[in-house]
């Protein structure tokens, strides 16, 4: 793939796609307007901005703005920010502390900031298509640095029935992978995800089209700013996402979404490193490749999401390739099944303006005398990274939990979790005791 790469040209591809895609999106002010009948998107990952009654081009002022929220001369302008505190403690077997030994890890309990974030972002006024900017500025718990998040600048592209991101953004591949950390279903993303990097620096394109119910999701990224920090572990990649969703009704609360994820990118320096923690952000990652060459690597997905009120069921699995020139490659497969179910009556929303679902809404609070909404989650998981000479572990994990949503802006996470280890040779079994507290404002 490598070869590939060289022989077509795809570095030079990649430089024409960002020219193009630049020189459409400077088009900006040439006299389309946004759709305002339709949420407007604040970022990629699931963030919207509410088009107001008869707001159209953005420009007379308007008093039912959210509460952070603001409108200056030429752009709104919205603050948030978000928490995120785990707790783990752990019950392991003989033969899974024995594998602990091995790997040279100990799993003690211990509570750990995951993530704290600070956001800003606003529409500008005073132009006549829409465009839009936001800042996210976050302290990573694990890595224990600041780092920033997605920013950029949206513009929308009516003609083509969606809108350009430019800036730090998701990649695309996956809708669990794209939604916003905060307003996931389970306490973490399965472990099969965790090859594809968490953000990317480039141009994205994400569109829906009404008539046909596809929608599409395009973007090509370089490391030219982000090299050295800890997501960045490609020099460039291209990602799409293709879905139909032939149901999508959020008054009853019934949607059908039903898509594919594909990349194409060069490892940097060459070389790749594969580690998962098993979906507890204290724990170590348990699964390890090791390093090992890599001159090109694709990747496959495949996924599926049925709501129906208060029930979800989705899924989503996929492979990893890694291609050398001068040793073997490898391949490495995972997925997982989530379902949810929501005790109180309320429903996950689900958007067409990025096609991913977004933040669970609370109709009456604990603090007003409400019971906030209650939801069951039941998430089996599964990664294997053995591979030929490459041996690094396949984790299995089985997480009932439940989310309690106290307020809009508080969530509280009860989650069990059971862990099969395969490595080493042996077969060891943990079980994953874990709370979570969230607050988000965003």
Not at 291 to 297: L, P, R, V, Y
Not at 345 to 351: A, C, E, I, L, S
């Amino acid at each position: 793939m490598a070869i590939l790469s060289e022989r077509y040209g795809i570095g030079r591809s990649f430089r024409r796609f960002s020219i193009v895609a630049v020189l459409l999106c400077t088009l900006f002010n040439n006299g389309f307007t946004q759709d305002t009948a339709k949420a407007l998107p604040n970022g990629t990952d699931g963030l919207i901005f509410t088009p107001r009654v008869a707001d159209s081009t953005f420009v007379k002022k308007k008093s039912d703005l959210a509460p952070n929220e603001f409108e200056g001369t030429y752009s709104t302008f919205r603050i948030g920010l978000g928490y995120i505190g785990d707790y783990t403690t752990y019950s392991q077997d003989k033969i899974f502390k024995q594998q602990m030994d091995s790997a040279g890890l100990d799993l003690t309990p211990n509570y750990k900031t995951r993530d704290f974030r600070v956001l800003a972002s606003g529409r500008f006024l005073k132009l006549k298509r829409y465009v839009a900017w936001k800042f996210a500025y976050m302290y990573d718990g694990d890595k224990k640095v600041w780092m920033v998040r997605e920013s950029g600048v949206t513009i929308g592209v009516p003609e083509l029935k969606g809108n350009f991101f430019i800036g730090r953004t998701k990649e695309g591949f996956s809708t669990i992978k794209v939604m916003n950390g905060h307003s996931g279903l389970t306490n973490e993303r399965q472990m099969a995800l965790d090859p594809v990097p968490i953000l990317a620096d480039g141009i994205k394109y994400f569109g829906y089209y009404p008539k046909s119910k596809l929608f599409l999701n395009l973007g090509a990224y370089s490391d030219l700013i982000s090299k050295g920090q800890s997501f960045s572990t490609f020099e460039w990649q291209f990602v799409g996402r293709g879905g139909w969703v032939p149901i999508n009704n959020n008054e009853s609360g019934t949607t059908l979404q039903i898509a594919i994820n594909a990349r194409y990118g060069k490892p940097l320096d060459g070389k790749f490193t594969i580690k998962s923690r098993p979906e507890s952000n204290p724990t170590p990652q348990l699964i390890n490749t090791g390093q090992f060459n890599a001159d090109g690597s694709s990747s496959l997905g495949a996924e599926f999401f049925y709501r129906n009120n208060r029930f979800m069921i989705g899924s989503e699995v996929m492979e990893h390739n890694y291609y050398a020139k001068l040793s073997d490659d490898h391949h490495f497969f995972g997925g997982d099944v989530v379902l949810s179910y929501f005790f109180t009556n309320t429903k996950r929303p689900y958007n067409t303006t990025g096609n991913v679902f977004g933040f669970v809404p609370v109709s009456k609070s604990v603090f007003k005398g409400g019971l906030g909404a209650i939801e069951a989650v039941l998430h089996v998981s599964t990664f294997n990274l053995n591979d030929g000479s490459i041996q690094g572990g396949q984790m299995t994990r089985i997480t009932p939990m439940i989310n309690w949503y106290l307020t809009k802006i508080l969530r509280w996470e009860l989650v069990y979790g059971y862990g099969i280890l395969n490595r080493f040779g042996l077969t060891g079994h943990v079980q994953f005791f874990e709370t979570r507290i969230q607050i988000t404002m965003m």
